[in-house]
């Protein structure tokens, strides 16, 4: 399975990656990669904003959850240049910005863990996390970490 | 010391692991496993639900805490098949979904922590996170999170 | 570049670690130390309290994000003995107790990525992840984690 055939059949084009300052968007140690919080942002702009339950619907929600996957998955190209060169997703954590007494946190999350599946298969599998809070960076209404083994 | 006459000594009997859709309860990368967010759930259901300092009390927060932990290991079993395999416990990040202005948020993480210490002695030793938030998936009042080393 | 020297330079002395009870501040496996989250803390007591965009100026809350890190660094120190054996910081993730609303929970954080980068240059930086919360332990109003790779 070419993983690059993968995002074409799923009409995904990752995006140019955004340089930041003071951080890295990822660290490579041993085999594995941490990827920094992703953000809904395309073009250097976050395209959906507020909080699920509230500003946000929750297809919104999951919307802004896959854009933080393709996000990350540009991030992570940039550093290993083959997303092929993938062997398993390890973890990932799905932060919600979701208004107070929302609890369907874990169905923004399940967009993403999802489209990881659907691209990379069993090797997208992962453990996760879905935890709510009241607000994310630049009013985001998802940001999504990973950490990834490559080969 | 064997660890599953430490769970007996607890009385502690670990649960069947539910089955989860597009992510995985555990994924292991070399010798680490990394363990999803537990939620206080027992036979599939959460059983104390709301905000720690509002709908609930500080010790009703603190056995949801000992219940996701219960959980986690529960996974992890079922991951690596002995549980006396733990080499240590790496990692522990406890989210406490709380009410507005409580700040005593490790306290309901202590009890994660002193189960992990009962049970495993020095090798339940971890370093840990303890964070509030707002509200959790399916309106939980702890999520809990694991890294662990195993031989 | 000795590390040590780095810090007098920035007139920055490492506080004792205080004693945590059943928990680690550090837990090493492998070649990497997980560093518990670190609160503002001077001689034990949180020196600033408060969410960020209501109780705390967002200035006062990156002095609290640096004192996190310097914390975190002490505790580094008193497991590896020497900061020079630090290879890379791997991941820094900041939690911003924040007032309802506010969205430059990156801002606070870039004060601790950038006293890393500081210290240490290019090793110092960083996959991260900068997330808002209503309340953490102990009313503090940044809370800082952190991943490094030793040799």
Redesign the interface.
Known sequence: MDIEKRLREFKIILPEVESV???????K??N?V????QLPKVEGRIVFKGRVGRDTRLETGQKAARICVINALAALKAEIGDLNRIR??????G?V??A???????KII?AA??L??DIFGDAG???????????????APV?I?M?V?IR
Chains 1, 2, 3 share one sequence.
């Not at 941490?34 to 919080?37: C, L, R, T, V, W």
Request: aromatic fraction near 8%.
């Open positions: 300052g003071n951080y890295l968007l990822t660290r140690v041993g594995l941490y990827i920094s919080g398993q997703i390890v973890h990932l954590r932060f910005a979701s107070i007494g929302f609890t369907d946190h874990h399940d863990s999802s990881l599946v599998k992962h453990a996760r996390a879905a935890v709510g809070v009241v607000d994310l960076p630049l009013g940001e970490e950490i083994e």
